[in-house]
C-alpha cells in the first residue's frame, strides 16, 4: 500500500482512510486490491481470504481492515474476523467490545450470532478474538474452526481473518488451508526479502493458495498518483 510522504496522517486517519477518506488515493489503492481479487479466481469466488505478514508490525492488520471496508462498501455482506489470538487488535480498530468473539465460539460458550458485533460500516460486521486463550494454536487448528467458517460462509460474500505473522508462530499455517486464499503483506524498506520468501514456502507447504502480496507504507510523490491521466 502507498503512502504519501507529503501529508503525515493521524494513526486514526491512517487505521481506516477507506472510511474517513474514501475519495483519496490511498483508498483507490485499496479499491484495485478489491478488483484484484475478483478477478483472482475464474472457476471459484474467492470468499475466505487470510491476510498475514512474514513479522509483526508490518500492517496486515490495517490493510485488512480498510480492504473488509472496501468490500463492504461495494455491497457484499464482509465478515472480519480477528484470528490473531495472541495479540489482538480489531476491537481497538472498530472501537468495539471483545467481552466473547472468535474464542467463546470455539469453546461454544456462546453462538456466532451472539458473538458477532455490527460495525459503523453498513454491510460489515466485526467478530473479535475474544477472551486470549492459553492455547490459540489447538483452537485454530480444531474441527470447531473448520465448522465456524464453513457456518459462515453461507451467511457472508467474503469472510477476512487477521492471523498473527507467519514465521512468529503457526497459527496462520493451521487455518491457511481452510481459507480460498492468502494474501501476504510486506513492508518497504522493513520486511527483507529473505522473510518473504521463507514465509511464501512456509504457506505452500501447508497448502495455502497464496493470492499474492501488499506491498505497504511504500513513499511515494503525489504527482505518481496520477501520472497516468496527469498533463505531462
Same mark, same amino acid.
Request: proline share 4%; glycine share 4%.
Given at each position: 500500500?502507498?503512502?504519501?510522504?507529503?501529508?503525515?496522517?493521524?494513526?486514526?486517519?491512517?487505521? *481506516?482512510?477507506?472510511?474517513?477518506?474514501?475519495?483519496?488515493?490511498? +483508498?483507490?489503492?485499496?479499491?484495485?486490491?478489491? @478488483?484484484?481479487?475478483?478477478?483472482?479466481?475464474?472457476?471459484?469466488?474467492?470468499?475466505?481470504?487470510?491476510?498475514?505478514?512474514? $513479522?509483526? !508490525?508490518?500492517?496486515?492488520?490495517?490493510?485488512?481492515?480498510?480492504?473488509?471496508?472496501? /468490500?463492504?462498501?461495494?455491497?457484499?455482506?464482509?465478515?472480519?474476523?480477528?484470528?490473531?489470538?495472541?495479540?489482538?487488535?480489531?476491537?481497538?480498530?472498530?472501537?468495539?467490545? $471483545?467481552?466473547?468473539?472468535?474464542?467463546?465460539?470455539?469453546?461454544?460458550?456462546?453462538? /456466532?450470532?451472539?458473538?458477532?458485533? %455490527?460495525?459503523?460500516? #453498513?454491510?460489515? @460486521?466485526? &467478530?473479535? !478474538?475474544?477472551?486470549?486463550?492459553?492455547?490459540? %494454536?489447538? &483452537?485454530?487448528?480444531?474441527? =470447531?474452526?473448520?465448522? &465456524?467458517?464453513?457456518? =459462515?460462509?453461507?451467511?457472508?460474500?467474503?469472510?477476512?481473518?487477521?492471523?498473527?505473522?507467519?514465521?512468529?508462530?503457526?497459527? =496462520?499455517?493451521?487455518? =491457511? $488451508? /481452510?481459507?480460498?486464499?492468502?494474501?501476504?503483506?510486506?513492508? +518497504?524498506?522493513? @520486511? #527483507?526479502?529473505?522473510?518473504?520468501?521463507?514465509?511464501? #514456502?512456509? *504457506?505452500?507447504?501447508?497448502?495455502?493458495?497464496?493470492?499474492?502480496?501488499?506491498? $505497504?507504507?511504500?513513499?511515494?510523490?503525489?504527482?505518481?498518483?496520477?501520472?497516468?491521466?496527469?498533463?505531462?
Amino acid at each position: 500500500m502507498l503512502r504519501n510522504g507529503k501529508k503525515q496522517q493521524t494513526s486514526s486517519t491512517r487505521s *481506516l482512510i477507506t472510511k474517513i477518506e474514501p475519495q483519496s488515493p490511498i +483508498s483507490e489503492q485499496y479499491r484495485a486490491i478489491r @478488483t484484484n481479487l475478483q478477478f483472482a479466481s475464474i472457476d471459484k469466488q474467492l470468499r475466505t481470504i487470510l491476510i498475514t505478514s512474514a $513479522n509483526p !508490525s508490518e500492517g496486515k492488520s490495517t490493510t485488512i481492515a480498510n480492504l473488509a471496508i472496501v /468490500l463492504a462498501q461495494q455491497g457484499n455482506r464482509v465478515l472480519l474476523v480477528d484470528a490473531d489470538l495472541r495479540k489482538p487488535s480489531v476491537h481497538y480498530t472498530f472501537r468495539c467490545q $471483545n467481552t466473547k468473539g472468535l474464542t467463546s465460539v470455539l469453546t461454544k460458550q456462546v453462538t /456466532l450470532d451472539e458473538a458477532i458485533t %455490527s460495525s459503523e460500516v #453498513e454491510n460489515l @460486521t466485526i &467478530l473479535t !478474538s475474544g477472551p486470549i486463550p492459553p492455547n490459540p %494454536s489447538e &483452537l485454530l487448528g480444531s474441527k =470447531a474452526m473448520e465448522l &465456524l467458517l464453513k457456518s =459462515a460462509d453461507v451467511a457472508y460474500d467474503f469472510i477476512l481473518l487477521d492471523t498473527p505473522p507467519v514465521l512468529a508462530v503457526t497459527d =496462520a499455517q493451521l487455518v =491457511a $488451508n /481452510l481459507c480460498d486464499g492468502v494474501i501476504l503483506v510486506v513492508s +518497504s524498506g522493513k @520486511t #527483507e526479502v529473505e522473510q518473504g520468501v521463507m514465509a511464501t #514456502e512456509i *504457506l505452500k507447504r501447508s497448502k495455502a493458495k497464496i493470492l499474492g502480496a501488499v506491498l $505497504n507504507q511504500k513513499d511515494i510523490k503525489q504527482s505518481q498518483y496520477y501520472y497516468y491521466y496527469g498533463e505531462k
